[in-house]
């Protein structure tokens, strides 16, 4: 009895402040929790703690996570890396490149849009290989091309029929919480899985973890 405490007040908040008392690495919470993903990622950002959203595992044995490559540290794919290990799992990475809009002017009727170009997806692809190779026993290293972020991380999870999802957050504008947007939020909403949220910077200041990349290309 002495462990059980009743508190009344917002979950989120509550949840962040237990985390930093307590100095937690992980916040586990239901998916059933209203607002899971908007609760999910304020903890996260909040507390600076990565969150997971946990489902019933389906024992696939398989992470998939999601990195924009933008954190030198890569949090996302080391968190995913530990985890991969935990559970014996494969590894399955993805990046997703956002088509370009390019602005025609008033004289444009539409805005025009452009793939970007080989040479850049070729950067790209080298880029999160690198990453791959860097972190360990990766099966798969995606690029994707599409508009819809959360939706190429769905699909990737559903087609490989993973057991968790591994993606970042950070912290987000009051218009983006105002519209319940964001790719993390979206992701923890629709997934079938697991998901694993990893703030950029833990409450340390410091990334989480990092993955050694010398001499890559930015």
């Not at 307590?22 to 607002?35: F, G, R, S, T």
């Not at 949090?75 to 602005?103: D, K």
């Not at 990453?131 to 994707?144: F, K, N």
Request: aromatic letters at 4%; proline letters at 5%; hydrophobic letters at 45%.
């Amino acid at each position: 009895d002495s462990h059980v405490q009743m508190k009344s007040g917002i979950f989120a908040e509550l949840v962040a402040l237990a985390s930093q008392d307590l100095d937690a690495d992980l916040v586990v919470i239901p998916p059933a929790e209203k607002n899971a993903g908007k609760q999910a990622n304020q903890i996260a950002t909040t507390a600076e703690v990565k969150v997971l959203v946990a489902r019933t595992p389906q024992f696939r044995n398989t992470v998939v996570a999601a990195t924009d490559l933008s954190h030198p540290g890569y949090p996302v794919v080391t968190a995913a890396g530990l985890f991969r290990q935990y559970l014996s799992a494969e590894l399955v990475l993805i990046h997703n490149v956002v088509p370009v809009v390019f602005s025609g002017g008033l004289e444009a009727a539409w805005p025009l849009t452009g793939a970007p170009s080989a040479r850049s997806l070729s950067r790209t692809t080298h880029r999160l290989r690198q990453v791959a190779q860097s972190c360990g026993a990766c099966s798969e290293a995606l690029v994707a091309v599409a508009w819809n972020t959360a939706n190429t991380i769905l699909k990737t999870a559903h087609e490989r029929d993973a057991d968790l999802v591994v993606i970042g957050t950070r912290p987000r504008t009051r218009w983006e919480q105002l519209l319940d947007s964001g790719v993390t939020v979206r992701v923890i909403r629709e997934a079938r899985q697991s998901v694993l949220i990893v703030p950029a910077i833990n409450r340390r200041g410091q990334s989480s973890l990092s993955v050694d990349l010398a001499g890559s290309a930015e």
